[in-house]
């Protein structure tokens, strides 16, 4: 099974972009879901996370500008960004969590979609 995310491009600054993820098969036992994101230079950083009862954190850099979502029927997570900055351009991952028996996880990852913010 392999995560497909789609929606990044070139978008001006203030712009918006809905970034999507899915999974190319059937995933048991989802757990948490998230969007990471590495900058040129930069560690991979976490963007947001949305539990399975819905509950989600973000970084600081995107709070009240980022939203994450997700639809449980599909196993889709979604990221909307409004208000989009220069230093918001990146290669945006998905992350979906599954638990496993035991208590592990393995985690999930997309291909990765380049979000690329510039006038």
């Known amino acids: 099974v392999q995560l497909q995310a789609s929606g990044g491009g070139l978008v001006q600054p203030g712009g918006s972009l809905t970034l999507s993820c899915a999974p190319s098969?059937?995933?048991?036992?989802?757990?948490?879901m998230a969007w990471f994101r590495q900058a040129p230079g930069k560690q991979r950083e976490l963007v947001a996370r949305?539990?399975?009862?819905?509950?989600?954190n973000y970084a600081d850099s995107v709070k009240g500008r980022f939203t994450i979502s997700r639809d449980n029927a599909k196993n889709t997570v979604f990221l909307q960004m409004n208000s989009l900055k220069p230093e918001d351009t990146a290669v945006y991952y998905c992350?979906?969590?599954?638990?496993?028996?035991?208590?592990?996880?393995?985690?999930?990852w997309g291909q990765g979609t380049l979000v690329t913010v510039s006038s």
């Open positions: 949305i539990t399975r009862d819905g509950s989600t």
């Open positions: 992350n979906i969590d599954q638990l496993l028996a035991g208590g592990s996880t393995f985690h999930y």
């Open positions: 098969g059937s995933i048991f036992s989802i757990d948490d």
